[in-house]
């Protein structure tokens, strides 16, 4: 099992409408949650983090949390063009590196 | 306030050469991390320091990889005799010592094998 899955996609998704990302993690010590925005050959981009359950919210960007789940996930709502990306998920387990899932791709239709 | 800065961005050297990567972090920050991404995959924890120590190397290949991050300037990546599976993206990224696990993520050097 890996420690963070994510669903490769590409998730297809109309201009306008509501994007989810999700993400399962092994580590029930798991401390804190991450997501990065990676456009192609770019860096990762740290866009959302999240320490406590339930939904932390940030302009377009809700994070959700449940630990008892092992459950993290990233909604975009009104998605533009320009969020089409490659979307990481990384949990922190208190000894700093960050462990990254390997990313879904998100393509926002016009 | 200039971002985790990395030199160069892009490296190409002949198998058997050796490969230096620099990363300077975002000021104010004292921990370095690097990260490795190999096509089509995630990216992969490599080292993390901070000024003068090694705190986690435990993403490191055993030979041929070494990485410092000296009192005065950059931290540097050092790859020793390359071989084609090396070529990846290698990105640095730092963080304040207050949040270690809130990482930024500098633009990457990609190195390519010939």
């Known amino acids: 099992q890996k420690e963070v899955e994510q669903n490769s996609g590409p998730l297809s998704v109309p201009e306008g409408a509501i994007a989810s990302l999700n993400c399962t993690y092994s580590d029930r010590g798991s401390q804190s949650f991450f997501w990065y925005r990676q456009y192609s050959g770019k860096s990762p981009e740290l866009i959302m983090f999240i320490y406590s359950n339930g939904d932390k919210e940030d302009g377009r960007f809700t994070a959700q949390l449940n630990k008892a789940s092992q459950y993290v996930s990233l909604l975009i709502r009104d998605s533009q063009p320009s969020d089409s990306a490659t979307y990481l998920c990384?949990?922190?387990?208190?000894?700093?590196?960050?462990?990254f899932g390997t990313g879904t791709r998100l393509t926002i239709i016009p | 306030n200039a971002g985790v800065m990395q030199n160069p961005r892009h490296l190409v050297r002949r198998r058997g050469q050796e490969a230096r990567l620099r990363c300077s972090p975002m000021k104010g920050h004292s921990h370095v991390y690097w990260y490795r991404q190999l096509p089509e995959e995630g990216l992969k924890f490599m080292v993390y320091l901070q000024k003068e120590n090694i705190i986690d190397e435990s993403g490191m290949p055993k030979e041929r990889f070494s990485a410092e991050f000296p009192k005065e300037g950059p931290s540097i990546l050092r790859i020793q005799q390359v071989v084609r599976g090396d070529s990846a993206a290698y990105f640095c990224a730092s963080s304040p010592p207050t949040r270690s696990d809130t990482q930024y993520f500098g633009p990457g050097t990609r190195l390519t094998v010939l």
């Open positions: 990384a949990r922190g387990g208190g000894n700093e590196k960050l462990t």
